[in-house]
């Protein structure tokens, strides 16, 4: 809600008993919250290295078939790399979209509210609530 309180908002001084304020215009435009892409990007990493880990059969070494590797322990190595790896590729997702977002902004005017118009607003966002 804006209030009267609205930092570059100014009253005007021709009125003195009346309390108007001049408009202003703002930008509005949507942004990605970054962190469910970068916790998705992990996700995915992860889901990609237990695939690779457990998803095909473990090779036997044909020199020496004691050095073959559990897969648990593959997918702990795949898992730190394909993590890392997904966390950064959600980043960039994150990162178009905030541009494609930057591109479609919209130039609104916004005017503060008198207290009078303040109290009313709120209000009527209370008996709305009930």
Known sequence: MIRDT????????????????????????TAPKYVPFLVLGGLIGLAVAAISAFGFPNPQSASNPARSYDPSTVFG???????????????????????VGRKRSRIATVQALTPEEDRAAEQAERDADA
Do not use: K, N, W, Y
């Open 77 to 99: 190595f795949l898992a730190v790399l394909f993590a890392g790896i997904g966390v950064v590729l959600g980043a960039i997702v994150a990162l178009i979209l905030d541009r």
């Open 6 to 29: 609205l930092e570059g908002m100014q009253q005007d001084p021709a009125r003195s008993g009346d309390t108007t304020f001049e408009q202003r215009q703002i930008t509005v435009r």
